[in-house]
Nanobody, 127 residues
Framework: EVQLVESGGGLVQAGGSLRLSCAAS????????IGWFREAPGKEREGVSC????????YYADSVKGRFTISSDNAKNTVYLQMNSLKPEDTAVYYC????????????????????WGQGTQVTVSS
C-alpha cells in the first residue's frame, strides 16, 4: 500500500517561507514522479511542482517558478518543497501525490488520473 505523509504547512506572513515534506512508502521511489498539487477554496486543484525519483528532473507551474524549489532525498524516500517569497494567493491545501508520469502534474486537467495522495496540509499566507 502506497502511503504519502506530509508535514510542514502552517501560517506565514506574505514574503515568508515554509518547507513542506512528503515521506513516501510502499512504492519504488525511482519509478515515480512525486510532487505537489494545491487546491484553494473555489478553485480547481492544480499542479504546483514535481520531481522524478529516477532522474531528478523537475517541473514547476509558472506561478511558482523562481520562488519554490523541489528536491528529494532518495535514501529517505522523501520529497521537499521549499516555498519562499510566499504570497496570499499561495494559500491553499497542498497535497502530495505520486504518479508514474510527470504530465499528471501539469495544470489542472490531469490530477484525477493520479491514484496516490497524501492527506493534505494547509498553507495560509496572510497579507
Amino acid at each position: 500500500e502506497v502511503q504519502l505523509v506530509e508535514s510542514g504547512g502552517g501560517l506565514v506572513q506574505a514574503g515568508g517561507s515554509l518547507r513542506l515534506s512528503c515521506a513516501a512508502s510502499g512504492l519504488n521511489f525511482d519509478d515515480y514522479v512525486i510532487g505537489w498539487f494545491r487546491e484553494a477554496p473555489g478553485k480547481e486543484r492544480e499542479g504546483v511542482s514535481c520531481i522524478s525519483g529516477g532522474d531528478g528532473s523537475t517541473y514547476y507551474a509558472d506561478s511558482v517558478k523562481g520562488r519554490f524549489t523541489i528536491s528529494s532525498d532518495n535514501a529517505k524516500n522523501t520529497v521537499y518543497l521549499q516555498m519562499n517569497s510566499l504570497k496570499p494567493e499561495d494559500t491553499a491545501v497542498y497535497y502530495c501525490a505520486a504518479d508514474p508520469w510527470m504530465q499528471a502534474f501539469y495544470g489542472s486537467s490531469n490530477w484525477y488520473t493520479t491514484d496516490n495522495w497524501g492527506q493534505g496540509t494547509q498553507v495560509t499566507v496572510s497579507s
